[in-house]
């Protein structure tokens, strides 16, 4: 069915299973009709991995799409050589793509829970491929083979998970059944767009490790991310792309080690590490009109000795629903909780998704009573009472959350947004107020009139730290607010909560999955696992000589720059 | 689960019991007396009052439908006061043509809305925006007005499908496309939208990826999503056929419930009435139940709950 896979390519090297020169696409519906790609050359050979990085809009997932022609309905695909696995693709039409994917192709993307389909069980997604291209014939040969590739990507009882539906796996083991599905029809070229984007650190070791394993067995892999430190982890070579052009390529030692190009540099100083504690992470970067002015770090206020928040003993539990044969049981979400945040202060909370982050975080923010225990703000009792009576604190205690645009009212105009917290002012005064806030956030003031749609990602965190700055919090709960952001537009956004931080002496709780962001802003961090609190103290000790098992898998499982694949044997 | 179909059960005995409460509050709310249209044209003194003694309807509203209550729960729905015959006999041999009607339309109706929503969806501007017209105006128009432009075409006009009664398919056929065009129209809108968004959906883009063509991923996969927001309009179309069919009945001249409940409310026949109210609560209960069934079987990820 596929051309003979002679290919060109030097004597001795593995065949060269992409070559694609001078690549450029375009939707003819958009605007100007110009290319949204321009002029990439691509050449990926089998056994090695290529990355594709950069923010997002960067034409990087464009790219990586159109080696299956599922660049989008309307794109037009324009090359001077596009050659898979030796034949030219040119002249292909939809039917010779499609005899192409799944076999020599295979696509791998974010987030298993929409990239599977979720009304067919892991077997039925991962035995299509087969089926569909008549790899294999009858159901028992199909089901063997589905077990086969399941073990291969290291799901354990391949029997029983074939039977069931992602929803009812844990991230980890629903993007190796992805991985599974991708490889099963044994392609030579592994296109995997964000394969471990939403997964928690030590998960994103496990999946990155799996994919690892396909390299080494000859398949090509094309990587595309935005995170650095995973790329630098695994791929042979990197293209970093801008605005739809490769701006640097070449070894990953040579553009990531030894940055030379400035748009590289400038994506390597955005990353938050421990290394980077006490400078700006956007420094090169031009920031709206308060930029420039802001080069030096303003003096800090140290964090007082007055707790703002103090959390004793607090646990939760969750009843579950009784089923067909099981009874009723309780899940424990929090078991014997307590820390305390002092004014000015940044503790971080780290821990992967069910540690019970969230549900603390809930419990302090008062939308959740405790079980047991008991939460007190500014010295006054927080927990236990109702709702009215909190309502005379609730200013003081401040909330930024991930998606800033669904905390929206969507008819609201940003001056609305902000001024909701305003309450205290007089009606006069608040437009000058809103203004000054704008400005303390690097917003334009003419921005106020707009409506947060209209806004990018990074202005509309913005505005919500803005609208949590308003009422003069003593105390802001962020939850993962740069997660969802673009490596860029994350380092201007944490370099303006640590500017508030040392200008105002707000206190912050910062969630984040992110071990990086904690050790570049938070003073003390809480290391949640499984309900409890199995870690605490200064960032410097607890992240350098961790003391809990846990704390060292978490770091052990964090991608960085400098080193290899994280928590792999070589 | 069994509590869930416990539940389940309790509330459509509710049902049940309102619907014949609400049936018999407004039957005897009616203009008119029942002793007027027991005795028919007959009239001496003293009839009345033998006749309402006979039926009971001398005695309070209150003991009047304690009794009714009571015999029906003992599954007794009484006797026609004009037909004079058990109200079981009466509901029953007219159950059949309706049914019959209900169910032709309804598989067409379906038949019709998943094709058209399949071929159209996600597909050229021209043809959704012309489809998604023709079904706005079907889905707007009365049944009857349909009925009757099919009858004056195709019976009058061509002469190629009988003008009224019940014998063989053929007489099936226009009545069933009248009652199947206004619901397939509505159907066809809300599958295309669902096909439309389902498409859109990452795992769509992996199944592409695998080399699956473009009708296997509308047919094996995106069509099962868009039956998800069909089911939930599902209760409302089974109420919607039942009650066009007695409209449709009527412009078709076929036997059916429509005729029999039509003659009963005008002639104040109470029992046939409540039967047919009881029949049209138990098919609602029934088919609610049955759709939460399909949810099940359609989308694994509401089993778990």
């Known amino acids: 069915m596929i051309a003979d896979t002679k290919t060109p ?100 993307m974010q987030d298993a829970l929409v990239s599977l389909d979720p009304l067919r069980t892991i077997g039925q997604e991962v035995g299509e491929v087969l089926s569909e291209h008549r790899i294999l014939r009858g159901r028992t040969a199909i089901a063997a083979r589905v077990r086969d590739v399941l073990g291969k990507v290291g799901i354990p009882d391949p029997e029983v998970r074939s039977r069931q539906y992602a929803h009812q796996l844990s991230g980890g083991l629903r993007q190796r059944a992805l991985i599974a599905a991708a490889i099963a029809g044994d392609p030579d070229l592994i296109i995997a767009d964000e394969p471990t984007t939403s997964l928690d650190v030590a998960v994103q070791a496990q999946v990155l490790q799996v994919l690892a394993e396909r390299v080494r067995e000859g398949a090509g892999l094309l990587l595309i991310s935005h995170d650095l430190a995973v790329v630098s982890g695994i791929a042979d070579r990197v293209i970093v792309m801008r605005e739809g052009r490769a701006v640097d390529s070449g070894p990953t030692a040579d553009v990531l080690m030894r940055p030379r190009h400035p748009y590289t540099r400038q994506l390597i100083a955005a990353i938050p590490s421990a290394a980077s504690r006490g400078r700006r992470l956007a420094s090169a970067t031009p920031v709206g009109p308060s930029g420039p002015a802001r080069a030096a770090p303003p003096p800090r206020r140290g964090p007082g000795d007055v707790p703002v928040l103090e959390v004793r003993g607090i646990a939760k539990d969750y009843p579950t629903r009784p089923g067909i044969g099981r009874a009723g049981s309780t899940l424990t979400a929090l078991t014997d909780v307590s820390f305390a945040v002092r004014a000015g202060e940044v503790v971080g909370i780290v821990g992967e998704s069910g540690s019970g982050k969230s549900t603390c975080a809930k419990i302090v923010l008062g939308l959740l009573a405790p079980d047991r225990g008991a939460v007190r703000l500014l010295g006054q009792p927080w927990s236990g009472i109702r709702e009215p009576e909190r309502r005379p604190l609730r200013p003081r205690l401040q909330y930024i959350p991930q998606d800033a645009l669904s905390s929206f009212d969507p008819r609201y105009r940003v ?54 700055l308003a009422a003069e919090p003593a105390l802001i709960v962020c939850d993962e607010p740069v997660s969802a952001l673009d490596i860029g537009i994350q380092a201007q956004v944490l370099d303006l909560l640590g500017d508030l931080r040392d200008r105002l002496g707000t206190a912050l709780l910062f969630i984040s999955h992110d071990l990086g962001v904690i050790q570049h802003l938070a003073d003390r961090v809480l290391v949640f696992h499984d309900g409890r609190l199995v870690e605490e103290g200064p960032v410097g000790e607890v992240l350098c000589t961790p003391g809990h098992a846990y704390t060292r898998t978490l770091l052990a499982a964090q991608p960085r720059l400098a080193g290899g694949l994280p928590a792999h044997a070589h | 689960m069994w509590s869930r179909i416990a539940s389940r059960l309790l509330t459509s005995l509710v049902v049940a019991w309102a619907s014949v409460t609400a049936a018999f509050l407004a039957l005897h709310a009616l203009p008119g007396r029942i002793e007027d249209i027991l005795a028919g044209d007959v009239d001496y003194p003293g009839l009345r009052e033998a006749i309402a003694a006979e039926w009971g309807l001398d005695r309070s509203l209150f003991e009047q439908y304690a009794a009714f209550v009571s015999r029906i729960a003992g599954g007794d729905l ?126 769509v883009t992996t199944i592409r990826a695998r080399g699956v063509g473009e009708f296997a991923i509308r047919a094996r996969h995106v069509l099962r999503h868009a039956l998800l927001p069909a089911v939930t309009l599902g209760g409302w179309l089974i109420g919607g056929l039942l009650g066009g069919a007695v409209i449709t009945e009527k412009v078709f001249g076929r036997p059916g419930l429509g005729s029999v409940t039509l003659g009963a409310v005008l002639t104040h026949d109470v029992p046939v009435v409540l039967a047919v109210v009881l029949l049209a609560a138990f098919i609602h209960v029934a088919a609610s139940t049955i759709l939460d069934i399909l949810y099940l079987l359609i989308d694994p990820r509401l089993r778990a709950a």
């Open chain 2, 78 to 203: 009484g006797t026609s006061y004009v037909l004079r015959q058990p109200v079981t006999e009466i509901v029953g041999s007219q159950l059949w043509p309706t049914v019959q009607l209900a169910l032709a339309a309804g598989v067409l109706a379906v038949a019709l809305a998943v094709s058209v929503a399949l071929l159209t969806a996600g597909r050229g501007r021209r043809a959704r925006k012309l489809a998604s017209i023709l079904e706005l105006v079907l889905a707007s128009t009365p049944v009857f007005w349909i009925g009757i432009l099919l009858l004056m075409l195709f019976s009058f006009t061509l002469r190629w499908f009988p003008v009224s009664g019940a014998n063989g398919w053929t007489s099936l056929v226009l009545p069933s496309i009248a009652l199947a065009l206004p619901t397939a129209g509505l159907l066809a809108q809300v599958l295309r939208e669902a096909i439309e968004k389902t498409l859109d959906q990452p795992f």
């Open chain 1, 9 to 108: 390519g030097g004597h001795g090297e593995p065949p060269l299973l992409v070559d694609i020169r001078g690549l450029s696409i375009g939707f003819a519906a958009s605007g100007s009709g110009a290319p949204i790609v321009r002029d990439i050359d691509l050449a990926i050979r089998a056994g090695e991995c290529v990355a594709l990085v950069g923010e997002s809009g960067s034409g990087k997932s464009l790219t990586a799409r159109s080696l299956l022609n599922l660049a989008g309905d309307g794109a037009r695909v324009e090359s001077r050589r596009f050659h898979l696995r030796g034949r030219d693709a040119r002249g292909f039409r939809e039917a010779d793509w499609r005899r192409l994917r799944g076999t020599v192709t295979g696509l791998v």
């Open chain 1, 415 to 468: 001056s609305e947004i902000i001024a909701a917290n305003l309450a205290g002012l007089r009606p006069a005064d608040r437009p000058g107020r809103v203004a000054a806030l704008l400005e303390q956030v690097g917003l334009r003031a003419d921005l106020a009139g707009r409506h947060p749609r209209a806004l990018s990602g990074g202005q509309r965190q913005r505005v919500s730290i803005a609208r949590a």
